[in-house]
């Protein structure tokens, strides 16, 4: 299956290294303006510096867009017109508008659009939904997502953190929230951000994320009656079951369970090229990217 990538800044790099160990895939165009990365391709790979002559390559199976957020929409848009599937990184656009415009022309193209949304394909996620299944509706979502910078002067903290939580949030319930809040905090150096979503039966997802933190952190919880089950990136354990007790503290450390072995990323573009492959038209992850754009520009709405 071959594939293009436009944008090899250091996400984009990761994509080169996920791909290249993928034996079924492989990666036949770059589009670049980054004079290095012809070193990092193999001598079968197209570089080129102009992203629309990637879009219009009649060669690939497929394209992924790592570029700068205010430009998914745009490169997007372009590959769907063309009818190539396509995986674009987050935020899927910078305003709703663009966003539910992508989403129409994929359907009006009968297209397959993908968005990384990273922590959808951590494999700890999947196992957290799946004991969720047997533990009933939750009491409380607790997150916090976010680092020592970056400082990036092509997307604002809310843009840059917002929708890895967010994300998970809709994901998880399988709904849109009622209500959102938010309240930005300035720091020394950077921002965070917290933000409230009020879903249906009174339940409340409670997020902090940002640059302004003193560490990196990536930390989704969600909470029963008497257990939670927490997602740990950033830990030596990637999900705990904790039992709580009448305040709703753990009472211990937890029990570790045990998850599959393998990196995000490398099942978010599997998904990918299996979408590819069975020529999906599903477009249940554009349509979530749309309303976590949604949801990011009514918290930006009051700072």
């Not at 497929?62 to 372009?78: F, R, T």
């Not at 903290?157 to 994901?171: E, I, M, Q, S």
């Not at 009622?178 to 300035?186: H, N, S, T, Y």
């Amino acid at each position: 299956m071959k594939l293009g990538l436009i944008g090899a800044g250091p996400w984009g790099r990761n994509y080169i290294k996920t791909i290249a160990a993928l034996p079924e895939l492989a990666l036949s165009a770059v589009a670049s303006r980054n004079p290095e990365t012809r070193a990092l391709v193999g001598p079968g790979c197209a570089v080129t510096s102009d992203w629309r002559e990637l879009a219009q390559d009649k060669g690939l199976d497929g394209v992924i867009i790592a570029a700068p957020p205010a430009l998914h929409a745009e490169m997007a848009s372009a590959c769907l017109e063309r009818g190539l599937p396509v995986l674009v990184e987050k935020p899927l656009a910078m305003e709703p508008a663009s966003a539910n415009e992508l989403l129409a022309l994929a359907r009006r193209k009968k297209g397959f659009a993908l968005v990384d949304h990273i922590y959808l394909f951590h494999p700890a996620y999947a196992e957290l939904r799946n004991r969720a299944r047997r533990l009933g509706p939750p009491a409380l979502i607790s997150a916090a997502v976010g680092n020592k910078g970056p400082f990036r002067p092509d997307a604002r903290t809310l843009w840059d953190y917002g929708p890895h939580d967010v994300a998970l949030c809709l994901d998880f319930l399988g709904e849109k929230p009622k209500a959102v809040e938010a309240k930005f905090r300035p720091q020394k150096q950077g921002e965070l951000i917290d933000m409230r979503l009020d879903f249906s039966q009174g339940l409340q997802a409670r997020l902090c994320v940002g640059n302004g933190m003193q560490k990196r952190e990536s930390m989704f919880c969600v909470r029963w009656r008497d257990v939670a089950l927490t997602l740990d990136d950033q830990g030596p354990r990637a999900l705990v079951l904790s039992k709580l007790d009448q305040y709703g503290k753990p009472k211990d450390e937890g029990e570790e369970i045990a998850v599959e072995k393998a990196l995000p990323l490398t099942k978010a573009v599997e998904a990918f090229a299996s979408a590819i492959k069975a020529k999906s038209k599903d477009l249940s992850s554009l349509e979530l990217g749309a309303a976590v754009v949604d949801i990011l520009a009514r918290c930006e709405a009051q700072k």
